[in-house]
T-cell receptor, first 112, second 113 residues
Framework: SQKIEQNSEALNIQEGKTATLTCNYTNYSPAYLQWYRQDPGRGPVFLLLIRENEKEKRKERLKVTFDTTLKQSLFHITASQPADSATYLCALYYSGYSTLTFGKGTMLLVSP | NAGVTQTPKFQVLKTGQSMTLQCAQDMNHEYMSWYRQDPGMGLRLIHYSVGAGITDQGEVPNGYNVSRSTTEDFPLRLLSAAPSQTSVYFC????????????FGQGTRLTVV
């Protein structure tokens, strides 16, 4: 079965720095990969989607890369702010299936 | 726009009791799904539906039933609650099977004692 790995340890960074979160997967590459943000006590909120034939996607301060050779996606938040503190989830979608498979998420803590 | 609405937000059940978690969306989405989220386990798919009248099992379906009689509603039934079903439950919807994004409800925190 497909395995998705996100760093289980919280990532602590200072305000203004770039946060980089990692999502690794095993076996075959998904049709697309998504990143979500989840705040305590709330449901996940969609941030970005990147397809298997795309190398990079940007949205404001967010950037996602997708390397099918390394079987890895990187999620960057530039000029991070304390309001960016949350848990970030990656999710993979495979053609032929009807479901998103989520990683366990990485908590990001941005200190002032 | 309400989006995805889940009720109740909190629930305590006794072992063996049954209940239904409600989920409704007002975006005319075809695809709906139920997840449970446990510490250290991430989101795990329970059941999903690709349209009215069509449902299928996910990763952890045992102990749960679903039905999809309308596009808007996708209730999750716990048949005989067990302490192992203590979790936070999320309902999600998306426009189609292969969609750009999933919209999640606020979650239902269920405790089975």
């Amino acid at each position: 079965s497909q395995k998705i790995e996100q760093n289980s340890e919280a990532l602590n960074i200072q305000e203004g720095k770039t946060a980089t979160l990692t999502c690794n997967y095993t076996n075959y590459s998904p049709a697309y990969l998504q990143w979500y943000r989840q705040d305590p006590g709330r449901g996940p909120v969609f941030l970005l989607l990147i397809r298997e034939n795309e190398k990079e996607k940007r949205k404001e301060r967010l950037k996602v890369t997708f390397d099918t050779t390394l079987k890895q996606s990187l999620f960057h938040i530039t000029a991070s702010q304390p309001a960016d503190s949350a848990t970030y989830l990656c999710a993979l979608y495979y053609s032929g299936y009807s479901t998103l498979t989520f990683g366990k998420g990485t908590m990001l803590l941005v200190s002032p | 726009n309400a989006g995805v609405t889940q009720t109740p937000k909190f629930q305590v059940l006794k072992t063996g009791q049954s209940m239904t978690l409600q989920c409704a969306q007002d975006m005319n989405h075809e695809y709906m799904s139920w997840y449970r989220q446990d510490p250290g386990m991430g989101l795990r798919l329970i059941h999903y539906s690709v349209g009215a009248g069509i449902t299928d099992q996910g990763e952890v379906p045992n102990g749960y039933n679903v039905s999809r009689s309308t596009t808007e509603d996708f209730p999750l039934r716990l048949l005989s609650a067990a302490p192992s079903q203590t979790s936070v439950y999320f309902c999600a919807s998306s426009y189609a099977r292969e969609s750009t994004e999933a919209f999640f409800g606020q979650g239902t925190r269920l405790t089975v004692v």
